[in-house]
DNA sequence: GCGCGCAAACTGTGATCACAATAATGGGGA
DNA sequence: TCCCCATTATTGTGATCACAGTTTGCGCGC
């Protein structure tokens, strides 16, 4: 039935399942709370328990997902304003400094990657497509991350980012796709063109803030 | 042969071969740069591959390890000046905020305990036992964090505290067991008998710091 | 004596099975 | 009709095996 795969392809059964989840996890198609069994999984994904435990472990190491200590039992960490908080405070502070470190090293190319990622997001929010604004809108970030040259800080921001991932689908699910639709990225792509530091971080960190308000906005009112 | 344990006692096999990794990595008895495989380690400590490979994969997602991404292969990350800069800082953003929120929450019971391991600390530090230094320093660290009652920031704490471990033991191995005899818990105790916010964060930002100027000294002159 | 090449050992990965513990579910009694 | 207890299903965990890729090392030929 199953086909052993010719291996030494590119990747790992576990790290398809791993991003698999994460994509469900940020998207919102696993609810928040909401528990998960890795035979479950395993069955809907059409692989064996073995790689989705490999994925699972990761996932939980980056909090993305929670282990209750009693049983041991998965579940998908819940939304709460306590948490929300605290990763809102770190992600200010990490990536407006990945995104200075970043203006340092900028140059044309990036920019020019930058504007066309940027034209993909506005597309999205023009269609309201949710799914391809957030992957859009990840690749923007990350795009500008990268450049710093940062591997600790810019893991950190990865992290951070699958954590918030699941608050994005409850901004969505109350004000639309147009919750989001202000967003800071002229202002950064401006000032990376200018290898301005300060002004990508002021930029970056202004494009944070608003959309964590809307999100704090957003479960608060769900609560 | 080997005699089924009877379980549900209290942790699992993966979560003790993880704490075991994670002392063996904090206090140096693998040192950086070296390669590990799961086999190895599996046997070093008398247990089969399978939970060796759960925390062998939780301290990848917590690059407490690294994966090389050609082979696959493991090894304990080598121990970098640009890492170390990107570490501080992580460090010296995330501790004092969490020293300031548990400064709000300090009560005489907590001080009480913190005193009793500053002199553990100091006592270790009188003999020399670098192994009970560190996991006393530890142990003072994060008494305090835990009361700020954050816990994703405690939890990026801990992330950090692993990936910082290797580097202190190449001080020890410079200028000796006494090379952080300076500290600042008493400070730090004091702020939170006061309540002191800002001074906790002070007082911890301080001893970071100090910490962290020690371990590039070491970094630089072992390069 | 020095390389080259092939075989053996070792690597991570995935599948499958066994086991104990918890959760879910059913039926039978009051 | 409702509740309690026993049976069943499902859960995470760990062991063992199979497999393919990589590295290691040893012996043979030059």
Known sequence: ??????????????????EAIRQALITGRIAPGKGVSLRSLAAELGVSPMPVRDAVRRLAAERA???????????VPSLTADRLEQLS?????????????????ADASLVR?????DADVDEALRLGDVDRYMTANHAFHFAIY???????????AGGLWLQV???????????????????????????????????????????????????????????
């Open 113 to 117: 990657q930058l504007q066309a990622i």
């Open 1 to 18: 039935m199953k086909t052993r795969k010719p291996l030494a392809d590119q990747t790992a059964v576990h790290d398809q399942v791993y």
């Open 89 to 105: 405070m770190a992600r200010l502070w990490v990536e407006p400094e990945l995104a200075a470190r970043a203006a340092l090293d």
């Open 146 to 156: 990268e450049r710093a040259g940062a591997e600790v800080l810019e893991a950190m």
């Open 165 to 223: 991932g699941p608050f994005m689908r409850v901004v969505f699910g109350r004000v639309g796709a147009d919750g989001l639709a202000a967003d800071r990225h002229a202002e950064a792509i401006a000032a990376l063109k200018a290898k301005d530091a300060d002004g990508a971080r002021r930029a970056i960190a202004a494009d944070l803030s608003e959309g964590m308000d809307k999100m704090r906005a957003a479960v608060e009112a769900s609560a």
């Open 65 to 75: 997902l929670a282990i209750n200590p009693a049983n041991k039992r998965l579940s």
